[in-house]
């Protein structure tokens, strides 16, 4: 799907954005004439490439990692210095783990702990460290990639549901106190055809599909056209989030 130019002259952020949501997100932006920056964890490679196949305009790699604070301080300070502003951020990075919510002793503190630095922590330090970049743009939005999980209590692991669901609060939190200068959305999707969940795989997710209403997959692509949607259309909202689940929630 090709967009119109509604983004050019627009900088945007995508953490997480080499690989799955965050990398399908990426092409939509840079389609729509955003300048991207992608932010990635530990595959340079990988972010190379995706940047190397986005239409040509100013596009940046950088690197972060969410339980590093100081990383994210440097990330900041890199799109400070190429760019002055942000316009756009999508928080797309982060971690999860299958255990079985009964199985309390394999999700133990320090586990736990590490899945809400990454899902919740690591998105507020991001959002705090380029805060200024935003409020330099006239026209801010965050976007963070939250999950159903957050408000049905089932999905990956129990901490996992606990840090979607602060991702979530705290997005209606930070439009109330940031407003009007910059938006704040969530996407929240159910299962989706990526690698984020170890040994989910199609046949997985195809017959989870066939018991929601619109009996399809969810692919990355349409996580990250609900992610377009938030950054170019929906201007009069702020502090809610827009569910992409084939109806998973019903």
């Given amino acids: 799907m090709h967009y119109p130019k509604d983004l050019n002259n627009k900088i945007a952020f995508v953490t997480g954005g080499s690989n799955g949501i ?3 997100t990426v092409r939509l932006l840079a389609d729509a004439g955003a300048q991207v920056a992608i932010g990635y964890h530990s595959s340079p490679e990988r972010a190379e490439k995706l940047k190397s196949e986005l239409p040509a305009n100013e596009h940046s790699m950088i690197q972060l990692s969410l339980e590093d604070v100081s990383s994210i301080r440097n990330a900041a300070s890199e799109l400070r ?5 942000l316009d756009v951020l999508v928080n797309s ?3 999860t783990r299958p255990i079985p919510h ?3 002793a394999t999700l133990d503190d320090d586990l736990f702990g590490d899945i809400l630095l990454a899902n919740a922590r690591g998105p507020y330090s991001v959002i705090r460290a380029v805060a200024p ?3 330099a743009s006239n026209d801010a939005v965050v976007v963070s990639v939250s999950s159903i999980s ?32 910059i938006r704040f959305l969530c996407v929240s999707p159910g299962a989706v055809a990526t690698d984020f969940v170890a040994g989910r795989d199609r046949a997985a997710l195809e017959k989870g599909a066939k018991s929601t209403p619109l009996q399809r997959v969810v692919e990355p692509e349409d996580v990250a056209r609900a992610i377009m949607a938030c950054v170019t259309h929906l ?8 569910l992409v689940d084939g109806g998973r929630h019903l």
């Fill in 93 to 95: 990075a982060g971690f």
């Fill in 150 to 181: 957050a408000f049905t209590g089932s999905g990956s692991n129990i901490a996992y549901c606990a840090a979607k669901a602060a991702l979530d609060t705290m997005t209606m939190s930070l439009a109330r106190a940031l407003g009007p200068n």
């Fill in 22 to 24: 965050g990398a399908a």
């Fill in 102 to 104: 009964h199985d309390i």
């Fill in 235 to 242: 201007k009069a909202s702020t502090g809610m989030s827009i």
């Fill in 133 to 135: 970049l935003l409020k």
């Fill in 81 to 85: 210095m190429m760019y002055g502003r």
